[in-house]
């Protein structure tokens, strides 16, 4: 077995990822705001970490003690600094709260174990104690995803897997590496490296999520295009239950009845807690290139986009567009946030990884698609500044937040023949919602019958953010049902998408969740309140 090198650092507790890299935005940004949208400075100061407000630990000291038995007296953590760090998640709502100062949803306790056997003892004794386990990864959840309902529990842990760190093994003739859950993306990366190999998930989370969140949330990398989504990848998975342990995946194709590696994949959690993941992996390519196209028109470009995905030859392993707002605000470059006005029409980003050879020849079958569907080549350098900035969004949203704007994001996905019907659809209950916000989106992920759609929103701040935000998501959930979308194509469903998730599977759908979380956890402990409708 190998570890990382280098250990995974904190998270900022009341925003996202290194706190030396949160920044003040720049004045005439600020300005730009204010003239546009009417953002002004919070009234209130954000709360400092010792003004956090946390309620009492409700555990009693026998389960502590239980707990402590199994993984070690250091791995189960009741202090403060352990309980905020594994408060909720870091959506927008998220972090208006711990800006606020309010960890009323803090666990009881961190528990942190160190092997499966662990993981499955631990599992044990919380459901004969009935104490709520919120399994907990990266803490990147932007759905709601680790709030548990409290209501009926002893209490609640946060079941922390960062010691879950492994990679157990690499089989180069299959191409196929086990890891464990807790390992963070750039750790596995590092890993994987030393032996010439590599995952190719990067989503925007790449810098703080682990394995185990992409296969519990089915997460989709900026790369998806070329090397596929993270559930694409699982070729198998050990989990843990109350009930047991299951080993699913002993072939990369079966016939033997449904995949029931497919009901741990999106579970968030809810059902089991993965405790090893065996995944596809692919050489680590030679040549990375990422170049600028633009089109007159968000509907060119996403034509353009299609046919890429529809023809035979291999698309780009990067292919993304934004539409004209984005594109005019700079997002899509995010080191040029604010230079509106620069470019007009529509940036697309293509991007091209593996054999010098290989590189080469897609690039020029991509290309001529392009010209011929009206592209204009920008040549490298959009391409290198959306790369060198292509995890600092998160940051941005944080100065936004410090600066007096709400600014959240959404997604969604379906077919090609209705893109532009649920694209209209989310901005008119965004526009609707919020007054006149700033709404942007691009399309980052793609397949021969469909994309994504992932959108923006800026608005300044009213005197509650926190209703302001519930307001317009629930807006954007009626948008997106009604006009035939998913709920959610990569971000998981939480408990922000619950009800918005029972009307896309229906009646029968809900059923037949709710008997497997009571076949496989009876006494409900697991994430309560996630996921089933």
Same mark, same amino acid.
């Given at each position: ?56 630990? *409700? ?27 594994? !408060? ?37 004794? /919380?459901?004969? =104690? ?22 009926? &529990? !002893?209490?609640?842990? %946060?079941?922390? +897997? ?16 086990? +890891? ?9 990366? =590092? ?30 990398? =900026? ?74 028109? &968000? ?17 780009? !392993?990067? +292919? ?20 509106? #006005?620069?470019?007009? #029409? ?5 991007? &091209? ?58 997604? *969604?996905? /379906? &077919? ?32 021969? *019958? ?19 935000? %519930?307001?317009? @998501? ?42 497997? @979380? ?16």
């Amino acid at each position: 077995m190998e570890t990382p090198l280098t250990a995974a650092e904190p998270m900022l507790w009341s925003g996202w990822g290194d706190p030396a890299k949160a920044a003040e935005l720049p004045a005439p940004v600020r300005d730009l705001l204010a003239e546009l949208l009417g953002v002004r400075a919070p009234a209130t100061p954000a709360a400092t970490f010792g003004e956090v407000r946390l309620p009492p630990v *409700t555990l009693p000291p026998p389960v502590l003690a239980a707990l402590a038995a199994i993984a070690g007296d250091g791995n189960v953590r009741a202090d403060d600094d352990a309980r905020i760090r594994h !408060t909720r998640g870091k959506s927008t709502p998220d972090l208006l709260l711990m800006r606020a100062g309010d960890a009323s949803d803090a666990p009881d306790a961190v528990v942190l174990p160190g092997s499966h056997d662990e993981v499955a003892a631990v599992l044990r004794v /919380c459901a004969e =104690q009935r104490v709520a386990v919120v399994p907990f990864g990266g803490g990147t959840s932007v759905v709601g995803g680790l709030v548990a309902a409290r209501r009926g &529990f !002893t209490g609640v842990v %946060a079941l922390d +897997l960062a010691r879950l760190n492994r990679l157990v093994s690499v089989d180069p003739v299959s191409m196929i590496a086990e +890891l464990e859950p807790g390992l963070r993306a750039p750790q596995a990366e =590092q890993l994987l490296a030393a032996h010439g190999l590599t995952l190719g998930h990067f989503p925007q989370s790449y810098e703080y999520a682990t394995l185990g969140g992409f296969a519990a949330a089915r997460s989709s990398g =900026q790369a998806s295009a070329g090397y596929g989504r993270f559930d694409d990848m699982v070729a198998g998975m050990t989990v843990a239950t109350p009930r047991g342990t299951l080993e699913l995946g002993r072939a990369p194709r079966s016939a033997a009845g449904p995949d029931l590696r497919q009901v741990f994949l999106g579970s968030e959690g809810a059902f089991g807690v993965i405790t090893s993941l065996r995944l596809r992996v692919r050489r680590a390519p030679e040549v990375r290139t990422y170049e600028g196209w633009r089109f007159a028109t &968000f509907a060119e470009g996403a034509a353009a986009m299609r046919r890429l995905a529809q023809q035979e030859a291999p698309p780009p !392993t990067v +292919l993304r567009l934004s539409d004209e707002t984005e594109t005019m605000v700079g997002l899509a470059k995010p080191a040029d946030l604010g230079a509106a #006005g620069r470019d007009s #029409g529509c940036l697309l980003v293509a991007g &091209f990884e593996g054999s010098p050879g290989d590189v080469a020849h897609r690039r020029d079958s991509a290309s001529a698609v392009l010209v011929e569907a009206g592209g204009v080549h920008l040549g490298p350098e959009p391409g290198d500044k959306w790369a060198q900035g292509r995890f600092s969004v998160p940051y941005l949203r944080d100065s936004l937040l410090a600066a007096g704007a709400t600014v959240e994001t959404l997604e *969604t996905a /379906c &077919f090609w023949s209705n893109l532009p019907r649920l694209y209209d659809a989310v901005r008119l209950a965004l526009l609707g919602a919020l007054g006149s916000p700033l709404v942007m989106c691009h399309i980052s992920h793609v397949y021969a *019958t469909g994309a994504s759609l992932y959108f923006t929103v800026v608005t300044a701040q009213t005197g509650d953010p926190l209703g302001q935000w %519930a307001a317009a @998501k629930r807006a954007a959930n009626e948008a997106i049902v009604q006009a035939g979308g998913t709920i959610s194509h990569h971000h998981g469903v939480g408990r922000d998408h619950r009800e918005a998730y029972a009307a896309e599977i229906g009646d029968l759908g809900g059923d037949i969740l709710r008997g497997i @979380k009571e076949r496989l956890d009876p006494a409900g402990i697991l994430n309560p309140g996630v996921l089933i409708p």
